[in-house]
């Protein structure tokens, strides 16, 4: 279904899956009612950065199944444009299941082998669009995936160096896809062609080694990306950004599912960026944003919009009137 590109301030690319939500807590052979939705790392970032007010197209692989036609709705519905992407009728949409164990933990539980996503390719890319954005987004996930999805992700990134268009990216690794030398390896390459660079402390140590969460920002940065920001859950961030240090603890809110947190802290970081914000109002506008997320079920269905991070800012109670 690809179309003419149109001009929008972020790209991204990568798998959005279906998602199997169990409506209950406990494990999932308890049995459980479950809730069908959609999510993947790349969408929830541009989802995010759609609800603060920027235009952003994503591209990607579904399959020609319900699935696949669940995502691209929900992605139009939130007004990203998925103009650029496939449909590949010899591999199906992936999905994931998604438990709440308990209160506090979540298990996700991956079916994506040989998915229309892991097909992703060189020749699924917009050049052009690319080459006129303000920002390109890209993960771990993606590069993981399979050969022609890693070389979707180095083409991309050559594409946005060469029309000076930043580059961010966030390591999101994941254990089922490739061991950690290998995901270490490929971040060390990626990270010096980046601009933005986001890691859990997990994923930092994996690039940089085990060092205390300022050092790991630090040594992050040195591999070139101004802005190197190391998330840390319920404990806040560490960041370099531009050689100033910068940390700050999460907004105390109750969690009900910890899932895409991270992917809405780098959305609110770079929205607050495309806003021309200082890096301390950026990352505490990331911080809110992943507050939002946490304390609704769902990866991305708790992102703000604009006016609701403005009024959780200047409430003086929970209630809107």
Not at 121 to 142: F, N, W
């Given at each position: 279904?690809?179309?003419?590109?149109?001009?929008?301030?972020?790209?991204?690319?990568?798998?959005?899956?279906?998602?199997?939500?169990?409506?209950?807590?406990?494990?999932?052979?308890?049995?459980?009612?479950?809730?069908?939705?959609?999510?993947?790392?790349?969408?929830?970032?541009?989802?995010?950065?759609?609800?603060l007010g920027h235009?952003?197209?994503?591209?990607g692989r579904v399959?020609?199944?319900?699935?696949?036609?669940?995502?691209?709705?929900?992605?139009?519905?939130?007004?990203?444009?998925?103009?650029?992407?496939?449909?590949?009728?010899?591999?199906?949409?992936?999905?994931?299941?998604?438990?709440?164990?308990?209160?506090?933990?979540?298990?996700?539980?991956?079916?994506?082998?040989?998915?229309?996503?892991?097909?992703?390719?060189?020749?699924?890319?917009?050049?052009?669009?690319?080459?006129?954005?303000?920002?390109?987004?890209?993960?771990?996930?993606?590069?993981?995936?399979?050969?022609?999805?890693?070389?979707?992700?180095?083409?991309?990134?050559?594409?946005?160096?060469?029309?000076?268009?930043?580059?961010?990216?966030?390591?999101?690794?994941?254990?089922?896809?490739?061991?950690?030398?290998?995901?270490?390896?490929?971040?060390?390459?990626?990270?010096?062609?980046?601009?933005?660079?986001?890691?859990?402390?997990?994923?930092?140590?994996?690039?940089?080694?085990?060092?205390?969460?300022?050092?790991?920002?630090?040594?992050?940065?040195?591999?070139?990306?101004?802005?190197?920001?190391v998330k840390r859950?319920?404990?806040?961030?560490?960041?370099?950004?531009?050689?100033?240090?910068?940390?700050?603890?999460?907004?105390?809110?109750?969690?009900?599912?910890?899932?895409?947190?991270?992917?809405?802290?780098?959305?609110?970081?770079?929205?607050?960026?495309?806003?021309?914000?200082?890096?301390?109002?950026?990352?505490?506008?990331?911080?809110?944003?992943?507050?939002?997320?946490?304390?609704?079920?769902?990866?991305?269905?708790?992102?703000?919009?604009?006016?609701?991070?403005?009024?959780?800012?200047?409430?003086?109670?929970?209630?809107?009137?």
């Amino acid at each position: 279904m690809n179309s003419a590109p149109t001009s929008v301030e972020v790209v991204t690319f990568g798998e959005t899956m279906g998602v199997l939500a169990a409506d209950d807590l406990g494990p999932l052979r308890n049995g459980h009612r479950m809730v069908l939705g959609m999510a993947g790392a790349e969408s929830n970032v541009a989802i995010g950065l759609r609800r603060l007010g920027h235009s952003v197209a994503w591209a990607g692989r579904v399959g020609t199944d319900p699935i696949g036609r669940l995502v691209l709705r929900e992605l139009r519905a939130e007004g990203v444009d998925v103009g650029r992407a496939v449909d590949d009728d010899g591999a199906p949409t992936g999905f994931m299941l998604k438990v709440h164990r308990t209160t506090a933990t979540s298990e996700v539980i991956y079916s994506r082998r040989g998915s229309a996503g892991s097909r992703l390719c060189v020749a699924d890319l917009a050049p052009e669009l690319i080459a006129q954005a303000r920002v390109l987004h890209v993960t771990g996930i993606t590069a993981a995936l399979s050969a022609s999805a890693f070389e979707a992700v180095n083409a991309a990134i050559d594409i946005a160096n060469a029309h000076n268009v930043s580059v961010s990216l966030d390591v999101n690794d994941r254990r089922a896809l490739w061991s950690e030398a290998d995901a270490g390896t490929v971040m060390r390459e990626l990270a010096p062609r980046c601009q933005f660079l986001f890691a859990s402390e997990y994923e930092a140590a994996l690039i940089v080694g085990a060092r205390t969460p300022d050092d790991a920002a630090r040594a992050l940065a040195a591999l070139g990306p101004a802005h190197a920001v190391v998330k840390r859950g319920k404990l806040g961030y560490v960041a370099c950004i531009d050689g100033v240090m910068y940390s700050d603890v999460a907004f105390n809110v109750p969690v009900v599912d910890p899932v895409g947190a991270g992917d809405a802290f780098v959305a609110g970081y770079l929205a607050s960026w495309l806003d021309g914000a200082d890096a301390a109002a950026a990352l505490r506008t990331a911080n809110l944003t992943g507050a939002f997320a946490v304390a609704v079920p769902g990866d991305w269905e708790g992102l703000p919009t604009r006016a609701e991070l403005a009024a959780f800012v200047d409430r003086t109670d929970a209630v809107t009137r």
